[in-house]
């Protein structure tokens, strides 16, 4: 990939996929060491590690299932990062145990995006259903815990599911994170869109949202287009 980065996965308790490289090429952090820079929602540090080829900045990452902080771990050491990204076993609810709340300059989330009802079919296997399902974090929590942490124009990234964009938009709004950019994600151009990429501001403005140009995965045959294969394999 792009990062030149190795990573630790397993497809029995969490791979990375594609809505956490888009997350760690949408987000912008300052290139300098003075920024604080969170993820959580962390899984397997992927995008911790990723966020860490774009600043100088300390990482600090968050993530709740004890399997995947190993993993974090190994894969920090793996690419000797233990100075710049740290990893913390932790729930996000009460991550300002951990981190200073009105500290942060940029956050990062690739949350669970399915809500649990009665209905819902969650995954059978419980690391995935964590990750996916909001069995430990819901939306409106997730966006209290951001705007909390966050520093006054602060800004905050996160990837979510476009049937949910309302509800977003109404949860960011709540806690005063102002909604600034967004782009929509489509697996391919007849396709409906399947993620969102989302950028708000802390106590920002309410005027100035802009809907970025969509961004199409493959093409008609099955290929990447070429901005999403730079953001996975580099320039080639």
Do not use: W
């Not at 076993?89 to 949350?111: F, M, Q, R, Y």
Request: hydrophobic share 40%; glycine share 4%.
């Amino acid at each position: 990939m792009q990062y030149d980065l190795e990573i630790i996965q397993s497809p029995s308790v969490f791979s990375f996929s594609l809505d956490a490289v888009l997350l760690g090429d949408f987000a912008k952090v300052p290139k300098h060491n003075r920024a604080r820079v969170v993820d959580l929602c962390s899984g397997n540090g992927a995008v911790a590690l990723m966020l860490s080829q774009k600043t100088k900045s300390k990482i600090i990452a968050l993530e709740l299932q004890d399997r995947l902080v190993d993993m974090a771990q190994r894969s920090i050491q793996l690419n000797q990062l233990e100075d710049q990204v740290e990893m913390i076993h932790g729930d996000v609810n009460e991550a300002t145990t951990h981190i200073k709340k009105d500290s942060v300059d940029v956050l990062t989330c690739n949350p669970p995006y399915f809500i649990v009802s009665d209905a819902s079919r969650k995954n059978p296997n419980e690391h995935l259903a964590i990750a996916r399902h909001e069995l430990h974090l819901t939306l409106r929590e997730l966006m209290t815990v951001s705007a909390g942490l966050l520093k006054t124009k602060g800004k905050a990234y996160f990837v979510h599911r476009p049937e949910r964009f309302l509800e977003i938009m109404d949860e960011m709004r709540a806690v005063d994170l102002a909604p600034k950019r967004i782009r929509f994600v489509y697996p391919k151009p007849d396709k409906e869109a399947n993620m969102i990429l989302i950028e708000g501001i802390k106590q920002g403005k309410e005027t100035g949202l802009k809907i970025l140009p969509p961004l199409y995965v493959f093409d008609d045959n099955g290929e990447y287009f070429p901005e999403v294969r730079r953001m996975i394999y580099g320039d080639e």
